[in-house]
């Protein structure tokens, strides 16, 4: 019989207490706070300051800061861009976050971000929903969840914690992102359409400039990203919607207009479908805003 292997926990991730996906107008702000546990702030979209007793921190997109416990700090907004965080509160074997007393601002690789994104969706799945007001102090409740969902969460963010150390440690990759993970033969097609999101793109535009068949291109991009070329460019436009609404500098015709829909009642409808909220609504449900 061949013996049992134990294996080297490195990092232990002993729970969570609040996970949340703000989404900020330009003029959030909130007073210093402390808890007696971990958080991990990632900017998914625009810019922050984050704030604490002896420095502040301007972080942009793609970029995360952990605050240890008892550390008094805030996320606020930057008064130029509204913002979407994804805050993630937890405790941890002490041993293994040692690296993180000393780094406190990382920027994300793809892999990385990938690692978070699954976390996202297993929280989904444990949560039911993810909290998006600052103000919702509800405790995190996993009783109606999908077999696995939190085990994969604890999983998931275990193995992005240390893999963020790899990469900010090892001499082969320092100064270099990893690798990404797979071929993702959609890139391209993602990054075009994420650089045409105030214009009118069709799956035959799509076809005609990437060399494919329709049934091709779209096989290709569901297999990486789960949705079809048209539902993902549909989405961008309703992302890019809420943000210019958290600005606050345009009108609703405005913003339908700048995005490049029919009118502002296809508009209006295609926000509510994807958010559940109409345009003004959603301004209204804001956190932070006046």
Wanted: charge should be negative.
């Amino acid at each position: 019989m061949q013996p049992l292997v134990n294996v080297n926990d490195v990092l232990e991730i002993k729970g969570f207490h609040n996970i949340y996906y703000f989404e900020f107008n330009k003029h959030h702000t909130h007073p210093l706070e402390k808890h007696s546990f971990w958080e991990m702030v990632y900017v998914d979209m625009g810019e922050i300051i984050a704030v604490s007793k002896d420095e502040s921190l301007n972080l942009e997109g793609g970029q995360v800061i952990f605050r240890e416990p008892d550390e008094e700090h805030a996320h606020i907004s930057d008064l130029k861009s509204s913002n979407n965080l994804l805050v993630i509160s937890f405790s941890a074997d002490e041993k293994g976050m040692e690296f993180f007393k000393k780094n406190k601002v990382f920027t994300l690789d793809k892999t990385l971000k990938t690692l978070l994104s699954l976390f996202v969706k297993e929280a989904q799945l444990a949560m039911g929903k993810i909290p998006y007001s600052y103000y919702d102090l509800s405790p995190l409740d996993f009783s109606g969840e999908t077999f696995g969902a939190s085990q994969l969460m604890k999983n998931h963010f275990a193995e992005f914690l240390i893999k963020l150390i790899r990469n900010n440690t090892s001499s082969e990759n320092k100064g270099k992102q990893l690798r990404d993970v797979g071929d993702n033969k959609a890139q391209p097609i993602e990054e075009y359409l994420k650089e045409h999101i105030y214009d009118d793109v069709s799956l035959g535009d799509l076809c005609e400039l990437f060399y494919l068949r329709k049934s091709q291109l779209s096989a290709v991009f569901k297999e990486f990203t789960g949705k079809s070329p048209m539902k993902y460019f549909a989405n961008l436009k309703i992302e890019e919607a809420k943000k210019l609404l958290r600005d606050d500098e345009l009108s609703v015709s405005e913003i339908s207009y700048k995005l490049n829909f029919s009118d502002i009642y296809s508009f209006s409808r295609a926000f509510k479908t994807t958010t559940g909220f109409s345009p003004s609504e959603y301004k209204k449900s804001i956190s932070g805003c006046k």
